[in-house]
């Protein structure tokens, strides 16, 4: 591993994982994102895209489907959001996270069949961006869609390329 990697995967210096293209390209195909509220000018994925600087956070998602890879240091808001405004009508927001079963925000948000209907275990480590190792953490996708309220939560896995 270079040096540089391995300092960019075990610190804080950056917030930005880029999400890996052919993941993006496979799951716009699945559900046609229509937003993507934690981006920056550098790394966004849909036309209408929100940066630090607009916050995503604090804007409306009603009938949007959002497509969210936020920053790691800010799950459980983004997390958050995302359970709230996938109750509205016409919303469905699907998250690239990072595969931390054991944090509050996962057992309190994505554990909610009424709002939650898919988590999908990716198998192996993603490469983020341009980087050439993997991170050294599982990564999760999470699909919350109210209106799949009171169906179960379906727990599925997908390859990682």
């Not at 994102?33 to 607009?54: I, Q």
């Not at 990716?122 to 999470?142: D, H, M």
């Amino acid at each position: 591993m270079k040096t540089h990697d391995r300092e960019v995967l075990f610190s804080k210096k950056s917030d930005e994982w880029a999400t890996p293209q052919w993941l993006f390209d496979e799951l716009n195909k699945e559900h046609g994102f229509t937003l993507d509220p934690a981006s920056s000018e550098d790394n966004f994925k849909c036309p209408k895209h929100y940066t630090l600087e607009d916050d995503g956070l604090s804007k409306d998602w009603s009938g949007e489907t959002v497509f969210i890879n936020p920053p790691y240091s800010k799950c459980f808001e983004w997390v958050k959001k995302a359970h709230g405004e996938a109750q509205k009508e016409n919303t469905k927001v699907i998250m690239l996270l990072p595969g931390r079963a054991d944090t509050r925000w996962f057992h309190q948000f994505c554990f909610d069949d009424n709002v939650v209907s898919e988590i999908c275990f990716i198998k192996g480590r993603l490469k983020f961006g341009e980087q050439t190792n993997s991170a050294p953490f599982p990564s999760v996708i999470v699909i919350f869609d109210g209106s799949e309220k009171g169906s179960p939560t379906k727990f599925t896995t997908r390859s990682n390329k």
